[in-house]
């Protein structure tokens, strides 16, 4: 059974880093690519950052880019997303998924954690 275990969240200020963490279970980690989506209610989910196989050629999107910052440990089935600089508009659930190969900025993520909530306030 596949398991994607988001946590980490919480409610910080303006200005201040969060480091979420994905545990991953039940796949050979080191075959998938990685991402991070939020969302907020009535939305729908955006694509935050994501991270091939290797680690190699994150990518991120343009709201996020210099302030966040996504990793993995292939011997820990764990990718991470460092949040610095937090903004109230960072506000969000924000979820883990996983795909086989490479990676891509939409949802087209075959796996997806149940999220953990960041909330920013000003």
């Known amino acids: 059974q596949v398991q994607l275990v988001e946590s980490g969240g919480g409610l910080v200020q303006a200005g201040d880093s969060l480091r979420l963490a994905c545990a991953v279970s039940g796949l050979t980690f080191s075959s998938y690519s990685m991402a991070w989506f939020r969302q907020t209610p009535g939305k729908e989910r955006e694509f935050v950052a994501a991270?091939?196989?290797?680690?190699?050629?994150?990518l991120y999107a343009d709201s996020v880019k210099g302030r966040f910052t996504t990793s993995r440990d292939n011997a820990k089935n764990t990718v991470y997303l460092q949040m610095n600089s937090l903004k109230p508009e960072d506000t969000a659930v924000y979820y883990c998924?996983?795909?086989?190969?490479?990676?891509?900025?939409?949802?087209?993520?075959?796996?997806w954690g149940q999220g953990t909530q960041v909330t920013v306030s000003s």
């Open positions: 991270i091939s196989r290797t680690g190699g050629g994150p």
């Open positions: 998924g996983a795909r086989f190969g490479f990676i891509v900025t939409t949802s087209q993520y075959t796996y």
